[in-house]
């Protein structure tokens, strides 16, 4: 596996570093799950925890304690990487400013991710996903004009930056490699949002306004719409290329409409997408889903159903990818998950096992990794410090 040998301790609650975490095990690194005595962190016991932790090792510790968090400290000297999603300011009321693990771990990596990232004016302020997708500007573009702005239906902001921190990890490790110097990892939900924004600022500079809400049409890129097909799916095409518009022409036996003075040069297809969405609802609505398909692919066009998730479970493409897999979980049985990302052809990841129970692994790490006995570790527990 790629990441075999490397030790991640994490501190982590809810979904973007339990789920940052999961991706270093989904390739062999060993990963520490860190939580308090007793209740566990707050996201214990639902769906998303038994997916967003699989793979992981836990224990127990209050490191809030001197005892727990000279523990803690042995643990840190130990790992390669600590990941950690408490408010900022956390880690160094605590007593583990990354700084200070460093000295007698100077190879350490710390990721920390918060809503607004470790520094600026609002690194303060409390931050989760939804609040972070306004901070960065994708809700108010999301949505009808003529309707209040919408959220999105997936945790972007918590998964995505969840993803960038591993990314930053592993620049950092690679930077360690060269340097054998550890460094911090800085990550804010928003800024994961942010990053994905493509060139809406581009355009507010060129422009000096703000674009607005459009529904599924978006400014310059046409044709691209869902349209209705006659036995009731919602079928997407998305032909945006001058090549795949001829395609597509060709496709809707149409062939004409390339050369119509509306939709060329380019920009007149630009200024007249709503006629040629139209044409393309036209020839979608007396069409079954299955004859739709059939045709645009068979032209070579970009198009498919708008998936819900019975299709997903029940498409062959997903299963052939192990794109969806049923993965053992304490509380529900074995749960429908998504597979592993990316997928690589020589080392590939795997799911290497469900999500632990609370202190599940005490002995195993308190014991084995660092030595302590089990009158030792009895006592920790009558003490409420495991």
Known sequence: MPLTGILVISTGQILAA?????????????????????????????????????????????????????????????????IDNNRPGALEKWGFAPDTLRETNPGLVVVRISGYGQTGPYRDRAGFDRVALAFAGITALTGFADRPPVRPAYFVADYGAGMFAAFGAMLALRARDLTGRGQDVDMALYEAVWRMSGTHIASYGLQGKDRERSGNYFPGVVPAEQ?????????????????????????????????DERFTPRLNLLQNHAAIHAILGEWVKVRTLAECQETLDRFGVPATK????????????????HQVLSVESADYGHLLQPGVVPVLTG???????????????????????LGIDDAELARLKDAGLV
Do not use: W
Not at 227 to 236: I, N, P, Q, R
Not at 306 to 321: N, S
């Open 18 to 82: 339990p789920f940052c975490a999961t991706l270093f095990a989904e390739f062999g690194a060993e990963v520490i799950k860190i939580e308090p005595p007793v209740t566990g962190e707050s996201n214990r016991g639902s769906v998303s925890f038994a997916q967003d932790n699989r793979g992981q090792k836990a224990i127990t510790l209050d490191i809030t304690r001197p005892e727990g968090a000279a523990i803690f400290r042995r643990l840190a000297d130990k790992s390669d990487v600590l």
């Open 227 to 259: 349209f209705e097909t006659s036995d009731g799916h919602y079928l997407v095409i998305n032909a945006t290329t001058q090549r795949a518009f001829v395609k597509l022409c060709d496709a809707i036996g149409q062939p004409e409409l390339v050369q």
């Open 306 to 321: 708008v998936y819900l998730m019975e299709d997903i479970v029940g498409d062959q493409h997903f299963a052939d990818r």
């Open 347 to 369: 080392t590939p990841g795997f799911v290497p096992g469900r999500a632990p129970l609370l202190g599940e692994h005490n002995q195993e790490v308190l014991g084995g990794l």
